[in-house]
């Protein structure tokens, strides 16, 4: 709910104003379990080496992108979890043009700062939405991301993945593309 009260300043010792607020409303999801089995036989289960490098390779990989899309999309029907997309209350913005990308995910984070009273602390974008981003150019035909063998325009290092907006961004086919 919205808080009532607010801060002031107080000389000391002065009674300091009450603040609280309205009728907060407790939200609860319900635990859900992921889980997975593989079936092994027993000269596989020998090959340690090769088991713990299937286990900690592409079980892992698998497991984390079922999470991801989860977490994400689920729909929140059965043991599946309710996803971020699939709540109440989510703002969207668009762009109007390709060209116009950048300037809608900017948009964007000024929304859930403004509506939200707290700072966005990161993007999730699918991997062909990013590399629209990494791979636009201007003018002089130099990329605005950096090139592939330097940074922005020649200086610095090629950062891996480099935030959008100076955001945590996290590129995962697991959002769907073009996703505002």
Known sequence: ??????????????LKPLMHYVNPTAVVDALKKIAGRIKL???FIEDAEFLKSEIDGRLLYDLGWFEE????????TGQNLQGILNRSGIQTETGATKADNADAVFRAITKV????????????IHPTDYQEFRLKKDANNQYYGGGFFAGQYGVGGVPENP????LRTVVTPAIAAGVP
């Open 1 to 14: 709910g919205a808080r009532e009260g607010g801060f002031a300043t107080v000389a000391e010792g002065g």
């Open 41 to 43: 036989t027993d000269e």
């Open 113 to 124: 700062a403004v509506n939200s009273g707290q700072p966005a602390d990161g993007i999730v």
């Open 69 to 76: 899309q989860q977490i994400l999309s689920g729909s929140g």
């Open 163 to 166: 935030p959008l907006w100076g």
